[in-house]
């Protein structure tokens, strides 16, 4: 049963990391569906594997979309800043340590002490600026 877990993640990490853009977790269904020729892979197995993936650090939850993105800065300890495009769709990752670093200090000082975060950044890429201005 385990092996068969890891399979499933190694499955979902591959179409992250071949579409290059978030998808959610029934997009994946559907893929992974397709290239096994059968409709017998359920939701939760695609839930548990984002859930094993964004634990470890391999994939991000854009928490505004409910989408997953494969991470690209492998091995960072330091909080993803995802900045998404709302005209093409696009999602940046940036790591910066001093980031993370100010969001703790700033939580602090009221004597919060944070779990997780979450950064996402909503705007316009430099590509679809460029677009718009020729």
């Known amino acids: 049963m385990r092996k068969q877990g ?3 993640q190694k499955e979902v990490l591959a179409i992250l990391l071949n579409k290059r853009a978030p998808l959610t977790a029934y997009e994946i269904l559907h893929e992974m ?12 197995t695609i839930y548990r594997a984002l859930a094993a993936l ?12 409910n ?7 492998e091995g960072h300890e ?5 900045a998404i495009c709302g005209d093409c769709g696009n999602v940046e ?6 980031v993370t670093s100010s ?9 919060f002490r944070p779990e997780r975060h979450v950064i996402e950044v909503h705007g ?3 590509d679809c600026i460029r677009k718009d201005a020729s």
């Open 67 to 73: 989408s997953y993105l494969a991470c690209t800065h």
């Open 103 to 111: 969001l703790e200090d700033l939580a602090q000082t009221n004597g």
């Open 6 to 8: 890891h399979e499933t």
């Open 54 to 65: 964004t634990g470890d650090g391999r994939a991000h939850r854009i928490e505004s979309t």
């Open 124 to 126: 316009t890429c430099g």
């Open 33 to 44: 569906r397709a290239s096994q020729g059968s409709d017998k892979l359920a939701a939760p």
């Open 78 to 82: 330091d909080t993803a800043v995802l």
């Open 93 to 98: 990752e940036q790591v910066d340590a001093a």
